[in-house]
């Protein structure tokens, strides 16, 4: 029997009345269980293992596949339902973790990332962009991908008043040595790029741009991100389509 705080990202329905989840823990990574007659009105289980809860499991292991005992919530996040932006974008996060978490490995630091910033979405003190951004470099630095972002990867600039983010190589480039391709950026925003990617987790969104600053920011980092993941994101899809 193994114990674990984890959030379920990811939750399909089986047969007629049982659920598979996909748990985004700090102890285990990713883990798949299934939780029996999860879909029945009266489980007592239904709340804990739905989208979004993070709970304490307690898991076993059956013949053929992890089995969840029992699950104790410990944040629902309900009010990310109150907002059809907000939970998509919670929805793409959770693609996001999915695509890129290990399992079996420890990913203690990406599951705080994505509380945090469900956190972050159901209080509404910070621009949905601004969160987006975060957690798209944030996850992508701790899976392998941080981007080369300490100097011009041509000259060894440190910076410029105007700095070329390259999607596709993952590093930046001085107004001296821009590439055909890389986006212009001024170098605020490259320096939000490097706070979020080299600063301590819990300042990770201790930082402000300008709303037309902030549109940038997430338009590479989005862009980071689908050059590397390199796979459809519907998730990603439909929040575009909902944004206001």
Partial sequence: MAKTKGLVIKEQTVGESDRLVTLLTADYGLVNAFVRGAKQLKNK????TSLFAYSDFSIYQGRDANIVD????????????????????????????????????????????????????????????????????????????????LACANCGTYETDVMYFDTLEGCIYCKNCQKIGAIACPKNVIT?????????????????????????????????VLSHIQKRLPTLEFYKSVKL
């Fill in 45 to 48: 289980l239904a709340a804990s």
């Fill in 70 to 149: 029992n699950a104790v919530p410990i944040e629902i996040f309900f009010d990310l339902r109150k907002d059809i932006e907000r939970l998509a974008v919670a929805q793409y996060f959770a693609q996001l973790a999915y695509e890129l978490a290990a399992e079996g490995q420890p990913e203690a630091e990406m599951l705080s990332v994505i509380l945090n910033s469900l956190h972050l979405l159901c209080k509404g003190e910070k621009e949905i962009i601004q969160i987006k951004s975060v957690v798209e470099f944030r996850l992508m630095s701790l899976s392998g991908y941080m981007p080369n972002i």
């Fill in 192 to 224: 939000a790029v490097r706070f979020i990617c080299l600063t301590e987790p819990k300042k990770i969104y201790s930082f402000s741009l300008s709303k037309e600053n902030l549109e940038l920011l997430s338009k590479i980092s989005e862009q980071y």
